[in-house]
């Protein structure tokens, strides 16, 4: 009897270890063997879950013989798998094969950014044409030019002016876009070195609630990410008019190998623009990526680019010499202005898996920048003999890294995500220039002239602890700066100094409430630097003025093709920044408030027909001025965007866009109005062959006149005894089409 009760409890042991619930190990790819991140693993029966790390490998808990394990992530056919006894000893190897996205498979509790994944659906159904056409990817942000593609976008975004970036962390594959302290204002961030062709995909967040962005991100941040490698080799040319020309070489320089990736991209584009001086405008970009995974799928990348642009301009033209038929919506009172800029990069990164469950990705960057503006924003105000030409120059040398660690662990029994990381950025930034000039030739005095260093350390730890449908997510980031300048314009050398030390704690909630329904309530403190001029100048006060914010909204899918984005939102910042239009910069001024709403939509007619739309309504003022002078100059109250697209039907693609910006005030009584514009963007393209495909694009179809950039600036010309302050502008492009001839191979 003994015997046999033994044998039964052995027996019992042993059936016991085959049912309980065990870990499953495994690995996700594609087609080529290479590793898929963010993967979405799924146990239909026990509904444990995982995520794919970045060499593809996950851990799923909580799994018995028999379960079906679902696999999937946007922009891949879902695979369902039967749980084998095999899997628990040998592990899980899925290989996910690419499709069209499509909206009906998004579901938002799988995505690790929900909003993220619906921007790639845009990016999918819509593809970038342009550099111009880069940041309107991201829902509710409208930029304008200013110089036919030379300078830096002005940019809007959740009632802000942001010009050309002192409240918005722009940044592509780690390096920062933003300039501290650059010659022409705070934040200035060009991203026309950027190839639109090769973007993967584009993060973004707005508000002040993410640990791991630091300086400018107060409105939001953007991160685009290229591509590791390309679908095969292409070359392309469009023409069209104002001697518009833009040729495009993307060569794939490894086919074929499952381990490693090298491509190049050239572009190089002509445009002359509507106006009656031509703009002379040229750029040429060269771009080349090599990645390659190492043992456990670790994965190495080197990027290196090269980005030069030159051109002229005809600046920002006031109203009254329009309406007086002194020039026409195109004409120039000083047709000298312009510039050229350039920038390299040299970019590393490295992602690994230390540990099953810890994770390590870093950057390494140097950038080499250089930077020459001549503008007029006032003509003959302070000097009536030779105008009031400027010149703004620099001679900029970056050096950074980033580095991050990402831990999957329990406190208890609740799962928990710490992401935690530090990094640095250097910037030497050599003869930085403000000169009043004749005819971009001759330097007639020196306003402003001497060497930037700044210096900016920072770390970070966030936690995402899971408790069924909640996530708690509070972080905390250090960030600490240096600011030295030297003045070349004083006789006795002297480095002027500063160092700030400022902390930003973020606390965001999540309920998922089912698989279609995210709630969300974000809340955070961050800053934006100012000038290291403005600093030194004033003696280290003020100097990272902070912003706090909340947001509450919802993520919704109603219907299986349509989702809903909404969020009501407030952000209160210690000191604005504001355009002062006469001397080119931007300088602090008061406190500001801002609240509002923005609200989104997509809906998936058809595989193939997509539309998408974003509002934002906003309220800003300043805090501390009265009521009636308290407005905040160029902020808007309400922006429009979204469009519809075709998305190969037999070989043919579309798309439709359209951007609205209402009136706004210029100045902070309200008493000038920046005109609002609604205009309207196509392309189509068709593809006879999987080589072979020509298309056309037409920017504003209704040849609406709208205004692209506006300013309230006091100047004077030269036939005028005294100045006056009024809307000066850069005219927006009138009707303008161009065909487009591509080959695939």
Do not use: C
């Not at 039907?649 to 100045?667: E, K, Q, T």
């Not at 196509?682 to 209704?702: D, P, Q, T």
């Amino acid at each position: 009897m003994k015997t046999k009760n033994t044998f039964k409890f052995i027996f019992f042991l042993i059936v016991s270890q085959l049912v309980q619930a065990q870990t499953i190990k495994g690995t996700v790819s594609d087609e080529e063997g290479k590793p898929i991140e963010n993967a979405y693993i799924y146990n239909i029966n026990s509904t444990s879950h995982a995520h794919s790390l970045s060499n593809g490998s996950f851990i799923i808990e909580n799994n018995q013989i028999g379960d079906s394990l679902s696999l999937g992530l946007l922009g891949y056919e879902k695979r369902t798998v039967v749980v084998v006894n095999e899997y628990f000893q040998n592990g899980l190897q899925v290989t996910l094969n690419s499709k069209t996205v499509l909206l009906n498979e998004l579901v938002i509790t799988e995505q690790v950014n929900a909003m993220n994944s619906i921007s790639r659906v845009d990016l999918e159904t819509n593809p970038v044409n342009s550099s111009q056409e880069i940041l309107r990817k991201v829902p509710g942000l409208i930029i304008g030019q200013h110089a036919g593609g030379g300078k830096a976008e002005q940019i809007f975004l959740r009632g802000f002016d942001i010009d050309h970036g002192t409240d918005i962390s722009l940044s592509v594959d780690g390096m920062p876009v933003n300039m501290v302290s650059h010659a022409h204002g705070q934040g200035y961030s060009d991203l026309h070195f950027l190839i639109p062709e090769t973007i993967n995909n584009i993060n973004f967040g707005k508000g002040p609630y993410y640990a791991n962005k630091g300086d400018f991100a107060t409105a939001g941040y953007v991160d685009f990410n290229t591509k590791d490698q390309l679908n095969g080799s292409e070359i392309s040319l469009s023409y069209g008019q104002f001697n518009s020309l833009r040729t495009l070489g993307m060569f794939d320089l490894l086919k074929n190998n499952k381990r490693s990736n090298a491509y190049v991209a050239l572009e190089y584009i002509e445009f002359d623009g509507p106006f009656e001086s031509p703009q002379n405008f040229n750029r040429l970009n060269l771009f080349g990526k090599f990645s390659t995974y190492l043992k456990g799928n670790d994965k190495l990348s080197l990027t290196v680019s090269h980005f030069t642009s030159r051109w002229d301009a005809s600046g920002q033209i006031p109203q009254r010499a329009v309406d007086s038929g002194l020039i026409s919506r195109f004409g120039a009172i000083d047709d000298t202005e312009g510039g050229n800029t350039s920038r390299s990069n040299v970019n590393v990164a490295y992602d690994a898996i230390l540990k099953d469950d810890l994770q390590f990705k870093a950057n390494v960057f140097y950038t080499k920048y250089a930077f020459e503006l001549y503008s007029n924003f006032t003509f003959f105000l302070e000097d009536p003999i030779n105008g009031d030409q400027i010149k703004q120059y620099e001679n900029r040398d970056i050096f950074g890294f980033n580095k991050a660690f990402i831990k999957d662990t329990k406190v208890g029994s609740v799962e928990t995500k710490i992401t935690s990381g530090f990094g640095l950025r250097y910037d030497q930034v050599n003869d930085v220039e403000l000169s009043h000039t004749l005819n971009r030739s001759e330097t007639l005095d020196n306003l402003a002239l001497g060497n930037v260093n700044e210096t900016n350390m920072f770390g970070f730890v966030n936690a995402e602890f899971k408790l069924n449908k909640f996530i708690i997510a509070p972080a905390l980031r250090l960030d600490y700066f240096k600011f030295m300048y030297n003045d070349a314009l004083v006789t006795d050398y002297e480095t002027l100094s500063e160092t700030k030390t400022t902390v930003s704690p973020k606390l965001n909630f999540f309920y998922n409430q089912n698989n279609n329904l995210q709630w969300f309530l974000k809340s955070g403190i961050g800053f934006h630097s100012n000038d290291t001029r403005v600093v030194v100048a004033q003696s280290g006060e003020d100097i990272l003025p902070k912003a706090y914010g909340v947001d509450l909204g919802a993520i919704w899918k109603p219907f299986p093709k349509m989702v809903v984005n909404t969020a009501l939102w407030y952000l209160f910042l210690e000191q604005e920044f504001v355009y002062v239009g006469d001397a080119g910069i931007v300088e602090p001024s008061g406190q500001s408030e801002r609240y509002g709403v923005d609200l989104g939509l997509r809906y998936q007619f058809t595989d193939w027909l997509y539309f998408d739309t974003d509002a934002t309504i906003t309220h800003a003022r300043s805090v501390e001025e009265p009521d009636g002078f308290d407005y905040i100059p160029l902020a808007p109250d309400f922006t429009l965007t979204g469009g519809l697209s075709v998305n190969d039907l037999n070989g043919f693609s579309a798309g439709i866009r359209y951007r609205y910006i209402d009136d706004r005030p210029a100045n902070e009584d309200n008493s000038i109005i920046a005109e609002g514009y609604f205009v309207t963007d196509l392309n189509m393209n068709y593809a006879f062959n999987k080589n072979f495909s020509v298309g056309v694009a037409i920017e504003n179809v209704f040849d609406t006149e709208w205004n692209e950039t506006q300013f309230a600036t006091e100047s004077r010309l030269q036939n005028e005894i005294d100045p006056v302050e009024e809307i000066h502008f850069t005219p927006g492009t009138p009707f303008f089409i161009k065909g487009i001839v591509s080959y695939k191979f």
